[in-house]
């Protein structure tokens, strides 16, 4: 069987480990390859990259793998892994994307693709000149919940669309007398932590795809927790943002307003929760529910505060049902850009695509910093060096 090399730098992190490697290149591994247009398969040999060579080798040896290394130069030159992928911490990317790129490697990335909507750019810009094909993770449009809402969407159910109101975190402990479930590197802008950083890059992706173009943001950020204890108990300043109120203006006049927060507590079914009113419907919708109003079975609230409130408004909602299977969303769509790489289909999520995410957390900080609303235009790749810092400013 035919097979194609992909070099995956940054392993043994969490997500690189959990979502790239097991869940997505070794389930592929074990459903015999990346199944194409023609009905043939193609098999994925991946490389393990990263700093300590016993934590490869453990790896490697736990899920019976042959390729690993802590040389990237050395991984960069093998012709026979053809593909990049990268999952490093943000600072680390782009010096990262840059040598692969100048391997000729196809690149796949985490995001964000860069710290800078300029050096985004210019990896986009430096791919295509390169001719390779290159992609962005772009998961959470592949949750259950957000699969429903699409299919709503495309349906017509909702007619107009007016609004959507997101809710998205979770109580994240200091660290002081209970281990933080997330690492202290987050709350360090130093270390390129921060919830705009984090969360606006997918905010970006998820509301173009699905509503249309943003053309305009207002954010304020906020450090609510100004002090937190890291990995080894230790006291440390909490620099970075921990939560982001947004609202975003979308192509058509659609207005999107989203609430991120590691300083918040949990009332709701899911962690994420989306709110989207139509002229003829809403939904309400999470990482796998999804429940419908439609415009024919709204009930007619009136406001009086004198009385208590008998009417259970949540028992007015219908249940969107489970029609089909939900497979990995990692997995889906590493099928999805391999399938690109392999037999040029279609893929739109690339590394341009990627830089609208880092100029929207970019220009939310600059909102946030100035107290106004950021008009943000259409973005194109730069063709010179000249006009990528003249996009960069």
Same mark, same amino acid.
């Given at each position: 069987m035919q097979s194609i090399g992909i070099i995956m730098n940054g392993v043994t992190g969490r997500m690189g480990y959990r979502q790239h490697l097991v869940r997505s290149i070794l *389930?592929?591994? +074990?459903?015999?390859?990346? !199944? &194409? @247009? $023609? /009905? #043939?398969? %193609?098999? %994925?040999?991946?490389? !393990?990259? /990263?700093? @300590? +060579? +016993?934590? !490869?080798r453990e790896l490697a040896e736990k899920h019976g793998l042959t390729h690993y290394t802590t040389d990237l130069d050395d991984a960069l030159a093998n012709p026979d892994f053809p593909v990049y992928a990268d999952f490093l911490v943000t600072k680390a990317r782009v010096a990262a994307i840059r040598k692969a790129i100048a391997a000729g490697k196809h690149i796949y990335t985490e995001k964000p693709t860069a710290e800078s909507f300029e050096d985004a750019l +210019? &990896? *986009?810009? !430096? *791919? $295509?000149?390169a001719g390779i094909k290159h992609g962005v993770v772009h998961d959470k449009l592949y949750l259950p919940g957000l699969q429903k809402l699409k299919r709503l969407i495309d349906s017509g159910f909702f007619g107009r669309i007016l609004s959507v109101r997101g809710e998205f975190g979770y109580w994240v402990f200091e660290g002081d007398w209970q281990p933080a479930q997330r690492p202290s590197w987050n709350y360090r802008a130093e270390d390129g932590g921060g919830m %705009? #950083? $984090?969360?606006?890059a997918h905010w970006n992706y998820v509301i173009e795809n699905l509503f249309g173009r943003i053309e305009s943001v207002y954010a304020q950020t906020a450090t609510h927790i100004p002090e937190r204890w890291d990995e080894k108990g230790e006291r440390y300043d909490a620099t970075a943002d921990d939560a982001a109120y947004g609202i975003f203006e979308v192509e058509g006049g659609t207005l999107v307003q989203l609430n991120s927060s590691w300083a918040v507590r949990v009332n709701r079914k899911e962690l994420v929760e989306f709110q989207v009113d139509g002229t003829l419907g809403s939904a309400v919708v999470g990482l796998f529910g999804c429940k419908i109003q439609p415009r024919n079975a709204t009930p007619k609230p009136v406001w009086n505060p004198d009385l208590p409130e008998t009417h259970d408004y949540a028992a007015d909602w219908i249940e969107v049902p489970d029609n089909e299977a939900h497979e990995n969303g990692f997995k889906v769509q590493w099928e999805q850009f391999l399938r690109h790489v392999l037999e040029d289909a279609p893929y739109s999520f690339d590394l341009l695509a990627g830089a609208r995410g880092v100029r929207l957390s970019e220009e939310g900080l600059r909102s946030s910093a100035e107290g106004r609303r950021i008009t943000l235009e259409p973005v194109e790749v730069p063709a010179s060096a000249p006009e990528l810092q003249a996009a960069g400013r």
């Amino acid at each position: 069987m035919q097979s194609i090399g992909i070099i995956m730098n940054g392993v043994t992190g969490r997500m690189g480990y959990r979502q790239h490697l097991v869940r997505s290149i070794l *389930a592929i591994r +074990e459903q015999g390859g990346v !199944l &194409l @247009s $023609d /009905g #043939s398969r %193609v098999q %994925v040999e991946p490389m !393990l990259v /990263g700093r @300590s +060579e +016993e934590k !490869l080798r453990e790896l490697a040896e736990k899920h019976g793998l042959t390729h690993y290394t802590t040389d990237l130069d050395d991984a960069l030159a093998n012709p026979d892994f053809p593909v990049y992928a990268d999952f490093l911490v943000t600072k680390a990317r782009v010096a990262a994307i840059r040598k692969a790129i100048a391997a000729g490697k196809h690149i796949y990335t985490e995001k964000p693709t860069a710290e800078s909507f300029e050096d985004a750019l +210019e &990896l *986009a810009r !430096l *791919a $295509d000149q390169a001719g390779i094909k290159h992609g962005v993770v772009h998961d959470k449009l592949y949750l259950p919940g957000l699969q429903k809402l699409k299919r709503l969407i495309d349906s017509g159910f909702f007619g107009r669309i007016l609004s959507v109101r997101g809710e998205f975190g979770y109580w994240v402990f200091e660290g002081d007398w209970q281990p933080a479930q997330r690492p202290s590197w987050n709350y360090r802008a130093e270390d390129g932590g921060g919830m %705009v #950083s $984090d969360m606006f890059a997918h905010w970006n992706y998820v509301i173009e795809n699905l509503f249309g173009r943003i053309e305009s943001v207002y954010a304020q950020t906020a450090t609510h927790i100004p002090e937190r204890w890291d990995e080894k108990g230790e006291r440390y300043d909490a620099t970075a943002d921990d939560a982001a109120y947004g609202i975003f203006e979308v192509e058509g006049g659609t207005l999107v307003q989203l609430n991120s927060s590691w300083a918040v507590r949990v009332n709701r079914k899911e962690l994420v929760e989306f709110q989207v009113d139509g002229t003829l419907g809403s939904a309400v919708v999470g990482l796998f529910g999804c429940k419908i109003q439609p415009r024919n079975a709204t009930p007619k609230p009136v406001w009086n505060p004198d009385l208590p409130e008998t009417h259970d408004y949540a028992a007015d909602w219908i249940e969107v049902p489970d029609n089909e299977a939900h497979e990995n969303g990692f997995k889906v769509q590493w099928e999805q850009f391999l399938r690109h790489v392999l037999e040029d289909a279609p893929y739109s999520f690339d590394l341009l695509a990627g830089a609208r995410g880092v100029r929207l957390s970019e220009e939310g900080l600059r909102s946030s910093a100035e107290g106004r609303r950021i008009t943000l235009e259409p973005v194109e790749v730069p063709a010179s060096a000249p006009e990528l810092q003249a996009a960069g400013r």
